[in-house]
């Protein structure tokens, strides 16, 4: 699963309207708490981009071979207390909840703690499975390709991109 930039005010938006609209939480400027919420969102794509460098810094210095990778960034992620994954909506639940507890735009917080971070929970997994679509589109596009090999790295790559260009979403 991945947090795409351009989803950012999308994601912030329905997650406001909807706590407003179910009464969990009373706002005071709601476009400033729409922003709090944003400021999580783009620290977590932020961290994800640290995490994701650190860790190709380190399969080099190391000489580690790429399929190391994934091992590598969860350790990576571990010692920086940073949640990827299923653990990465957690973690951007908790990070919004904390935003909601010091915000002065969040007046008066109705709902407890669980409902708020289930109902985030779901609109945040719905918008970043976009990913996992796209991966499921490549891979049927390319299928007539060794996976693994050099041929289908370029392919998936480069189709990867004219779909995302094709869908409007921006890395």
């Known amino acids: 699963m991945r947090l795409y930039s351009a989803k950012i005010p999308i994601i912030a938006r329905e997650i406001l309207s909807t706590l407003i609209k179910d009464e969990d939480i009373e706002v ?3 476009e400033e708490a729409d922003l709090d919420i944003q400021a999580v969102l783009k620290e977590y794509v932020r961290l994800e981009r640290e995490v994701t ?3 190709k810094d380190l399969l080099e210095s190391r000489n580690l071979p790429h399929g190391q990778f994934g091992k590598i960034k969860r350790i990576v992620a571990e010692e920086k207390n940073f949640g990827m994954g299923e653990d990465g909506v ?3 639940c908790n990070q919004i909840l904390e935003t909601f507890m010091q915000s002065k735009f969040v ?3 109705f709902a407890s703690d669980a409902d708020m971070r289930r109902k985030m929970n779901l609109i945040i997994r719905r918008h970043m499975m976009v990913e996992e679509e ?3 589109e490549v891979r049927n596009r390319i299928k007539n390709l060794q996976e693994g090999s050099a041929n289908w790295d370029i392919e998936y790559t480069k189709v990867m991109q004219q779909i995302k260009n094709k869908r409007g979403i921006k890395d």
């Open 90 to 92: 957690l973690w951007i």
């Open 28 to 30: 005071n400027n709601q």
């Open 134 to 136: 796209l991966d499921a």
């Open 107 to 109: 007046e008066e917080i």
């Open 53 to 55: 460098e650190q860790t």
